[in-house]
């Protein structure tokens, strides 16, 4: 009402997501003697990806730092994983953080990391990942030694 009689009411507009451009996925730089450098390229790594379950690309691109026997049982981009039918993504950001609760706690040849990736979908969506990673010196080089996504969360642009 606006005081000269009722009005139209006004349609609401439902969010739409739009494709985005997703660059071609590209292996990331790593400095293997910084353990957060080679946190944030695995996790980059894992999430620039072209296709849903395709993780060949991703352990040719790890391999000289991550040390697990598979990345098959971590992989979110499963079909009933959470990022299932979302690819091709790309990495936006990843923010490391110290976990107070660690065990073991750092050391000069062992660190826990809590890790926030930010994740573009081609279909508009930007997906927000937890996860935490543990990476151990081995030699000169730092590796990944264990990684668990511990909760996403998505929203539509």
Do not use: C
């Not at 292996?27 to 353990?35: E, F, G, L, R, S």
């Not at 026997?69 to 490391?96: C, H, W």
């Not at 107070?100 to 706690?105: I, M, T, V």
């Not at 937890?130 to 996504?149: F, N, P, R, S, Y």
């Amino acid at each position: 009402m606006d005081g000269y009689g009722p009005q139209a009411a006004e349609e609401r507009s439902e969010p739409t997501s739009g494709v985005v451009a997703i660059a071609a996925p590209t292996n990331p730089k790593v400095n293997t003697k910084d353990p957060e450098s080679v946190m944030t390229a695995f996790l980059t790594a894992l999430n620039n990806r072209e296709e849903n379950g395709e993780l060949d690309q991703v352990q040719g691109w790890t391999a000289d730092y991550v040390a697990l026997d598979s990345l098959d049982p971590i992989d979110p981009y499963t079909d009933n994983g959470p990022m299932g039918g979302k690819a091709p993504t790309q990495t936006r950001e990843v923010e490391l953080e110290k976990v107070k609760s660690a065990k073991p706690a750092d050391s000069s040849t062992h660190r826990t990391r809590e890790a926030k990736v930010t994740v573009q979908s081609h279909t508009g969506t930007e997906t927000i990942q937890t996860w935490t990673v543990k990476a151990m010196k081995d030699g000169e080089t730092w590796k990944v030694i264990e990684a668990t996504l511990e909760s996403w969360t998505g929203k539509t642009d």
